[in-house]
């Protein structure tokens, strides 16, 4: 039996190419006839459209056979909501088992900078059955028209309702939505969120940790059945890019912190083949090369003149394996040992040698921003999942009284207290955990010029903070967006209203951090403006909710420069 494993405490904060099936079908432009299904069917997932060029799109659904024999004849339509006398395009895809049912096609012929509609249809010899209609746009060729953007990470089923998504879906205009990873997450329903989600009856399916192809359908499937996240889904193109919960906690090329051969978890090649397998086929992600399904999944999308996205892949292809405070000092109480194990875990982050990207990728990032710069584009955006600026905790034994530091009795907060009055990176499972790679990463901007925009997201946390290398050069800025319903650091370290305050005393780099809520950013670009809206919900654990604004910074470039992010609201 799969087993089932429990969180700990903020433990999640080389191109391989797998030849499998993916859920791709080339698309028509014409109206195809299909026979009718012999059974009966539903759409109980919602639609979903990904991946927008300028003139093609990805859009997504999938077909639940109640009976009958697969597969499934489906046909699909997309029309132009404001030229309604323009023919539909249309045609026909094939939802089978090998896929799950799944349907993923890549429509072609679309007009740039369009918004389209489109839904799909089985005909059964009971007549036919739709899906919700969903929305989608294309990206503009050229032109200076603003693009809203809508970013977001780190939705946990188990958690609370996803009610940040429902306030996303109601956003006016969105060009696309970016999700930085941890779609969703491994654990079985004793694991991370257990005692929120038995109070909810909102626990994961299957019970157990999803470790085969069949526990990640599963799991997706389950996700896929929220409303709100199908509302999202059908608001908006997204791009996709995962994080590591789509497989398993701190994951990196050759393993991960949560995979356990030993406790009959099988081998980590095929874990990750089913990871990546399943989500190719739940998610309205293109395949670099038809049919196959690989961990290289790293691609830049242009909009206009404004800015290209470039969504990084920096989990599974090549990233060197996990390095933690928590493994390294866990259970030492001697301060000689402690110093020494500090040293050791200092020594192996900044071996050169280390990569988070691997070397292809840096490759192509490089290039890739040079293009941009060359081609005029104001900004280049990294749809990157983890935070890239350089962080500190708080000296939290300076900075917190006797009571506060009484009141903190989770066992992995008391250890970085003590850690805390070392003022080195803590958080060595983002950009901090590779100092080389990331200074690799500034050269490349600097060498073509790039005016950075990084997007972030893992902490569950918000954040707004300046890029700087190693020499003290600014080398950008950096939106870290929270999460949908994973909870941040305020809710471990507790009773420390101005948790955020302190951190952003600490560190030179950050100029602001929300600790404490639930929500998503809202990132405009206009060709001389960077602006991120922090949206927050108000409450995750029942229905009943509000949505506001808790902050509001802007970036702007100045000739060849670009200003730190200052609040304007």
């Given at each position: ?13 080389a191109t391989g190419t797998l030849s ?367 935070v890239m600026a350089r962080t500190t ?177």
């Open positions: 039996m799969t087993k089932i494993t429990r969180r700990g405490l903020l433990g999640a904060a499998v099936a993916a859920c791709a079908t080339p698309a028509k432009t014409v109206q195809s006839q299909t026979e009718a299904y012999d059974g009966e069917v539903e759409f109980l997932h919602g639609v979903a459209s990904g991946d927008p060029l300028s003139d093609r799109v990805i859009i997504w659904t999938r077909v639940t056979p109640q009976s009958g024999t697969a597969p499934i004849p489906v046909t699909y339509e997309v029309t132009d909501p404001a030229n309604p006398s323009a023919p539909a395009i249309t045609g026909s895809a094939m939802a089978s088992e090998s896929r799950d049912f799944c349907v993923k096609v890549d429509v072609p012929g679309l007009k740039p900078g369009t918004v389209y509609n489109y839904k799909f249809t089985v005909r059964t010899n009971a007549g036919e059955v739709s899906s919700p209609q969903g929305r989608t746009k294309t990206t503009s060729e050229s032109g200076n028209t603003p693009v809203r953007m809508g970013v977001i990470s780190c939705s946990n089923w188990q958690f609370g309702y996803f009610n940040a998504y429902e306030a996303l879906s109601n956003e006016d205009d969105l060009d696309v939505i970016v999700h930085l990873g941890d779609y969703l997450y491994e654990y079985g329903v004793d694991g991370y969120g257990a005692e929120v989600a038995t109070k909810l009856g909102r626990v994961h399916d299957p019970i157990t940790e999803m470790v085969t192809l069949t526990d990640y359908r599963m799991r997706h499937a389950q996700y896929k059945t929220d409303p709100d996240l199908q509302a999202a889904h059908a608001a908006a193109p997204w791009i996709c890019t995962w994080d590591d919960h789509e497989s398993t906690n701190n994951s990196y090329r050759t393993g991960a912190q949560n995979h356990n051969p030993e406790e009959g978890e099988g081998d980590w090649s095929d874990r990750k083949q089913a990871a990546i397998q399943a989500y190719f086929e739940w998610l309205p992600l293109r395949e670099p090369l038809a049919g196959d399904v690989t961990s290289a999944v790293w691609r830049s999308f242009t909009f206009g003149d404004i800015a290209t996205v470039h969504a990084l892949e920096s989990r599974l292809t090549g990233r060197s394996p996990d390095v933690s405070w928590f493994d390294a000092l866990a259970g030492v109480t001697d301060q000689q040992v402690m110093m020494q194990r500090v040293s050791e875990t200092l020594q192996t982050i900044n071996d050169p040698a280390r990569t988070m990207l691997g070397t292809e990728q840096e490759a192509w990032l490089a290039g890739e921003l040079k293009s941009s710069t060359k081609a005029g584009k104001a900004w280049q955006v990294l749809a990157n999942q983890v905790l708080p000296n939290f034994q300076e900075a917190l009284t006797p009571e506060q530091l009484a009141a903190q009795q989770n066992g992995f907060v008391q250890t970085m207290i003590g850690f805390s009055t070392l003022g080195l990176p803590f958080n060595l499972d983002a950009w901090d955990g590779f100092p080389a790679a990331r200074e690799r990463l500034y050269e490349g901007a600097a060498a073509a010029n790039a005016k950075l925009v990084t997007l972030a997201g893992d902490t569950h946390t918000a954040w707004v903070n300046t890029l700087t290398d190693a020499n003290g050069n600014r080398r950008g800025g950096e939106f870290g967006c929270t999460s949908i319903t994973s909870p941040g650091s305020g809710a471990y370290v507790t009773d420390i209203p101005n948790l955020g305050d302190l951190t952003t005393e600490a560190n030179p780099d950050v100029i602001w951090h929300d600790p404490f809520n639930r929500g998503y950013t809202i990132v405009s670009l206009t060709p001389d403006t960077a602006r991120a809206e922090y949206r927050v919900v108000s409450n995750i654990l029942s229905k009943e909710f509000v949505t506001e604004t808790a902050a509001v910074y802007e970036s702007r470039q100045q000739g060849d420069s670009v200003t730190d992010p200052v609040r304007v609201a």
